[in-house]
């Protein structure tokens, strides 16, 4: 995910071309179904198998329901957060060269916030995951 949000978020986010757009897009989810299947296998040899039907309902209701309000969240955080933004302080040159000028600027300055909060993420889980194996063993 490190990898994959690290590099399509940021090729949405800087580039003024839609074949980098469908470039990104292709590298950011080429790696989900490895990352999926790896947790695939974790789920399945981690959880009895009376069990396991609970797990999946439970996991795939978490991971569903959050993908429309994922939806709703940035659509508002576009329209009324970074549109306006880059609206008012868009002609300062830095802006300007990272995300452009006048309509989809506060999109791709949005890209560039979704870059930046899902390797926080990923780095941050991956630290405590680390921290956690070593303590195990």
């Not at 590099?7 to 790696?31: H, M």
């Not at 329901?65 to 868009?90: A, K, N, Q, R």
């Not at 300007?96 to 600027?105: A, D, V």
């Amino acid at each position: 995910m490190l990898f994959s949000l690290g590099t399509e978020n940021f090729l949405l986010a800087f580039s003024r071309e839609p074949v980098l757009w469908c470039l990104g897009q292709i590298i950011g989810w080429v790696l989900v179904p490895i990352m999926d299947a790896n947790l695939d296998v974790i789920l399945r040899s981690a959880i009895p198998v009376k069990l396991q039907g609970r797990v999946y309902a439970c996991r795939n209701t978490l991971q569903f329901f959050t993908i429309p309000i994922g939806l709703f969240l940035g659509g508002f955080m576009v329209d009324d957060v970074c549109e306006p933004l880059m609206s008012v302080y868009g002609d300062l040159p830095l802006l300007k060269t990272l995300f452009g000028k006048g309509k989809g600027s506060g999109a791709a300055l949005m890209m560039f916030i979704l870059g930046i909060g899902g390797i926080l993420v990923c780095l941050i889980a991956g630290r405590k995951l680390k921290k956690y194996q070593y303590n195990e063993n």
